[in-house]
């Protein structure tokens, strides 16, 4: 048995599939007179979600220029998610997949996020969680590693970022989203197949075991590798 067969073995399921669970919870909370906010769309070849008329208008911001020509959706804008160059209020829905870790300052991030959303409005998010074993050996290594490891899976320099994990536990996300006058609507932490263990079959193997061993008991479901998240934008930020 090779890596290729031994991955198709054991995860031929979708049910193992992180971005596959997010693209639905984003389908199922989308309504035909939505305007949603995709914050970090890239040029839309890494997240293959559809839902471009299921709502009135799907905008995308990233600083990639190749967000303009994202076909995905009706309107991409080249801007900072500190400084969106949209109108208070304009957003009945913002998502967000593998950025929150990025981060530097996250009051002033969801300061944004609340700032564009309606009131009652949703912010959906995917991101790592720093107690996986990942994020805890990207966040010992500097990150020239984490470009030559990603280049060597195939990813392209500019598409590897400096991760801060400062908004990437449940406990730092409560906190936090609280702050900033938000509503938990729920919190998932999600083990899937261990892609960054394939450079050999003992090495994937082990991580399987892994997997299925986080992912059977809730005991151990703060070491999951992901955590998709549900907040709503409350009537007003909490006071420090």
């Known amino acids: ?6 991955k198709q073995r054991f995860y031929k399921e979708d049910q193992y599939n992180n971005d596959r ?4 919870l984003i389908e199922t909370s989308l309504t035909p007179d939505m305007r949603v906010l995709d914050a970090g769309a890239g040029a839309g ?4 979600y559809d839902i ?5 208008e799907l905008v995308g911001v990233d600083l990639d220029p190749r967000v303009e020509s994202n076909p995905r959706l009706h309107r991409g804008i080249v801007s900072d998610l500190m400084r969106i160059p949209c109108e208070d209020e304009s957003f009945d829905l913002v998502f967000s997949r593998y950025v929150l870790e990025h981060v530097a300052d ?3 991030f969801l300061a944004e996020m609340r700032r564009i959303l309606k009131p009652g409005g949703t912010f959906l ?3 790592p969680n720093k107690w996986h074993y990942v994020s805890i050996a990207a966040r010992l290594t500097p990150h020239a590693f984490h470009t030559w490891y990603n280049r060597k899976r195939g990813r392209a ?8 994990f400062r908004l990437n536990s449940a406990r730092d996300l409560r906190r936090e989203f609280r702050r900033a006058g938000f509503e938990e609507r729920r919190i998932i932490l999600r083990e899937c197949c261990p892609n960054y263990l394939t450079f050999s079959l003992p090495s994937f193997l082990l991580g399987a075991l892994y997997e299925r061993l986080v992912n059977r008991f809730d005991v151990f479901k703060v070491l999951r590798v992901n955590i998709i998240g ?3 934008k409350s009537g007003s930020a909490a006071a420090d």
């Open 1 to 6: 048995m090779n890596v290729e067969r031994a």
């Open 125 to 127: 998010f995917l991101t």
């Open 157 to 164: 320099d500019d598409d590897t970022f400096e991760t801060l």
């Open 21 to 24: 669970v997010f693209i639905e």
């Open 230 to 232: 549900e907040f709503v």
């Open 52 to 56: 471009k008329d299921s709502v009135r």
């Open 45 to 48: 070849d890494a997240f293959p």
């Open 106 to 108: 996250p009051q002033a």
